[in-house]
């Protein structure tokens, strides 16, 4: 067989030994005539093992198929193929293949010999590493450019932004499509915990935690190693209550249990911290939804751009939490809104704030209720539930221990409220609610929501409109006490008003939580000021509430001992009207009053003294008996103006002036003298009767003075009117000629002397009433000011003097 290396090719046998190639030399029919070494290398064989053999029992098809019929597996037109090599102890290699036919010359007399095939084979096993090797490299590359642009597009996407939501929404996509997670999310570091500030469009539909409070989740975890860290999440082989899960340290290989509510949707992630200086502003979260294990690199890449984030999120989360206490404030002033302009409708009020509320801390608002039957207080929660406090109010709420971490803390940099003057409450009480008091630990402990806000409204403030429709046992209002609260509600303090206890005392609920459970976050440093801020605004309304009723019963019983009441006098028939524009009827400043003076003289005064409430019935009461005095002295009509003016003007409150009518009648002669000061005209309706044929007709008292109590030489005139019997005189107030219709018209004079024409005509009885309804018509039976009015009918006149 080796003939071939001495004989047929020497010159080929000599050069296949210094080739690096493997190198067969075989009949056409595939038997083996000669190899080199690099050959029997390749296949881990000897010589004589190999020489004589069939080569298609060594080189089969890529998949494995030996060749039939005699025919080579290869072609001899120096083509490639890709074969697969059978080495000595049975296994497969991949090699590449290309084979000539060779014929031996014929100047060495061996032409008559049949051809030869020379096979050249190369190991692919090696190009097929090399190849692997190029293609990592690439990836890795590849996969780096990825990184670099990424991170460097994430950076510049922070630059100079303006809105936090549209800065988070292009950070967080850009980073997972950077390293090829499945998810990321952001938390901000909160009062109490992290809140869920943003993620990628790919988590749509996945459950997030909203909120993870501090000491649990990975946030916690994170923010005490200070660097970010690669965690694997699995179920807990030994799950604990809520603690249905772990996640691990893949660097420090450790494991902590996380409850379910807190488990992100990932099983691998990188939490990486967000520091401004010391500041932790939040944790970044970058995930997988399978176990793998994230290249330090990545982990690398997670932090330069937390470095760079932090320096923008510093300012857009000032801002946010700017735009967050306008909306507080907004909210705030609202409510004050609803508070002022609802006064006379307490219940409305009550069911704004209450609404207001819920809307703005997105919380459940509880009532504290006496219960009698279990004898104890009870926190009625929203579906009619009712759960009993284990002790006292105050021992429950007022009696545990304040963390340290709430003594003295200093204000939020950040907080626009920093600063800012706290109000001082009264009577009222707030206290938080959370883990760390003995109340937050108790409900967590049963279950329930943990978390917020307690609040007594002390003595008086009562929103009843926070309880449910629900049927609170007899003698539960007993058991509102203002203050602190004993738990014998015998001990109740029976004068504690309420803005409530007038119409509804049994529904009335002063002591309430607001709530949230434990996947929302803690009420924040702003959102406590804010409850305080409303508290003391309710004690405030409250106090102006206590103050107008005291007022009301002191005008009220100014009313019962002043009341204007009109003299009887021989020849003057009288018809008079107080109509208050105020429920409570209450004593104002219009008066009038008749007197009558010796020689059958009489003098009428009717007037409007400025303000309302108190200090306007007081000053009417006061004027009214001045000018009353004044008229027995036998002043005329302007000197009783000018004696009331220097009084008034005595006074330190300048403020203080009055309009009025005056006039001294003498009905001996049917005459009389007058002085308005400041007052609408007096009209004098001349009435047709029986031995009197005239038409009827209206005369405006035209003469008109300055307003008493405004200046100190005020001028004032002197009018005089004559009357016949059976003629009235008509005086109001400017109540009646300024009501407004719904339009916004003025009633006036002229439509008030068009209805004293017809309505004369119909006698003095009634005649008050009757305008006070034409009135009602035209306003819809809505006034806005005091209205008085008087009208006399003189029963003798002129005529009958002479």
């Known amino acids: 067989m080796e003939a071939i290396a001495h004989e047929e090719f020497p010159n080929l046998a000599r050069l296949v030994e210094i080739t690096s190639d493997a190198v067969v030399v075989c009949q056409p029919d595939g038997c083996v005539l000669h190899v080199n070494k690099q050959f029997l290398s390749l296949v881990s064989g000897m010589r004589e093992n190999v020489i004589g053999i069939d080569i298609k029992d060594m080189l089969f098809s890529d998949t494995f198929e030996r060749s039939e019929d005699h025919r080579l597996p290869f072609g001899v037109d120096g083509s490639e193929n890709t ?66 642009s990424g991170t460097l597009s994430v950076i510049m996407s922070t630059v100079g932004s303006e809105d936090l939501s549209a800065l988070l929404d292009t950070v967080l996509n850009k980073l997972a499509d950077t390293l090829n997670a499945d998810g990321t999310t952001i938390y901000f ?45 699995a179920p807990a082989t030994e799950p604990r209550g809520p603690f249905s899960a772990v996640f691990y340290d893949i660097d420090a290989r450790v494991s902590t249990p996380i409850r379910v509510q807190d488990t992100p949707p990932f099983k691998t992630v990188i939490a990486a911290p967000v520091f401004y200086g010391t500041q932790v502003l939040g944790i970044i979260e970058l995930g997988w939804k399978r176990h793998t294990t994230p290249r330090v690199s990545e982990v690398r890449v997670l932090e330069v751009i937390c470095d760079y984030l932090s320096i923008e999120l510093v300012g857009l989360v000032g801002s946010m939490r700017s735009q967050r206490a306008a909306e507080l404030t907004r909210s705030l002033n609202q409510m004050r809104d609803a508070m002022f302009s609802l006064e006379d409708q307490p219940r409305e009020s009550r069911g704004q704030i209450v609404s207001e509320l819920k809307r703005m801390l997105s919380c459940r608002i509880c009532p504290v209720v006496f219960d009698a039957t279990l004898k104890s207080y009870v926190i009625d929660f929203e579906g009619g539930s009712r759960v009993a406090l284990p002790c006292s109010v105050d021992d429950a709420f007022f009696s545990s221990k304040v963390p340290a971490s709430r003594l003295s803390a200093p204000a939020d940099a950040l907080s626009p409220g920093a600063g800012a003057t706290q109000p001082d409450l009264k009577n009222a009480r707030l206290v938080r609610v959370d883990r760390t008091t003995k109340m937050g630990d108790w409900l967590y402990a049963h279950g329930l929501p943990s978390q917020g806000v307690f609040i007594d409204m002390g003595r008086g403030v009562v929103l009843d409109a926070m309880s449910p429709e629900h049927d609170i046992a007899d003698g539960e209002d ?80 100014l009313q019962g001992g002043m009341r204007s009441q009109l003299g009887r006098v021989p020849g003057i028939t009288s018809d008079s009207l107080y109509s208050s524009a105020t429920k409570q009827a209450l004593v104002g400043g219009d008066f009038y009053t008749l007197i009558r003076l010796p020689d059958d ?31 027995w002295e036998g002043r005329s009509p302007v000197g009783l103006a000018r004696s009331l003016n220097s009084m008034l003007m005595g006074f330190s409150r300048v403020e203080t002036f009055a309009t009025m009518f005056i006039a001294k009648i003498d009905l001996r002669a049917g005459t009389a003298v007058y002085c308005s000061a400041g007052h609408p005209p007096t009209m004098i309706a001349r009435v047709p009767h029986e031995g009197r044929n005239i038409a009827a007709e209206v005369e405006m008292l035209s003469v008109q003075s300055g307003v008493v109590g405004a200046f100190e030489n005020m001028v004032y005139e002197t009018g005089s009117f004559t009357f016949e019997k059976g003629d009235i ?69 002129r005529s009958d003097a002479l």
Not at 105 to 110: A, D, M, N, S
Not at 189 to 215: C, N, Q, T
Not at 480 to 505: C, F, H, I
């Open 729 to 797: 005189m008509f005086m109001y107030t400017d109540g009646a000629i300024e009501a407004r219709n719904a339009q916004g018209d003025f009633f006036g004079e002229q439509r008030l002397r068009d209805l004293l024409l017809t309505q004369s005509l119909q006698g003095i009885e009634g005649l008050c009433d009757n305008v006070l309804l034409s009135l009602d018509e035209f306003t819809g039976s809505v006034l806005d000011d005091d209205i008085a009015m008087v009208a006399l009918r003189f029963d003798a006149g």
């Open 189 to 233: 570091s909160e009062s109490g915990g992290f809140k869920l500030r943003g993620a990628s469009k790919s988590l749509a539909g996945e459950y997030l935690p909203d909120f993870i409070p501090y000491g649990a989740g990975i946030g916690t975890y994170v923010t005490r190693e200070a660097h970010a860290c690669r965690f694997s999440i």
């Open 478 to 557: 007993s058991a509102q006490t203002g203050g602190a609260t004993t738990g014998d509600p015998s001990s109740a303090a029976s004068s504690s008003t309420s803005l409530a206890s007038v119409e509804q005392p049994d529904a009335s609920v002063r002591m309430f939580l607001l709530l949230r459970d434990g996947t929302q976050e803690p009420i924040d440093d702003m959102e406590y000021d804010y409850l305080l801020r409303l508290v003391h605004d309710l004690e405030l309304i409250e106090a102006g509430v206590r103050n107008k009723k005291e007022e009301q019963r002191i005008a009220q019983t």
């Open 601 to 631: 003289r009489a003098v009428m005064i009717l007037g409007d003294v400025s303000g309302k409430g108190v200090e306007a019935a007081s000053m009417s009461a006061l004027v009214k008996t001045a000018l009353t005095a004044y008229a």
């Open 83 to 148: 074969l697969m090599l059978k080495l000595s102890d049975g296994s497969f290699i991949p090699v590449s293949v290309r084979s000539l036919m060779m014929t031996p010359p014929k100047f060495t007399g061996l032409s008559h010999r049949p051809p030869r095939v020379l096979v050249v084979l190369r190991n692919l096993e090696e190009q097929y590493a090399k190849d692997r090797r190029a293609k990592r490299l690439l990836s890795e590359l590849q996969a780096a450019n990825k990184r670099l």
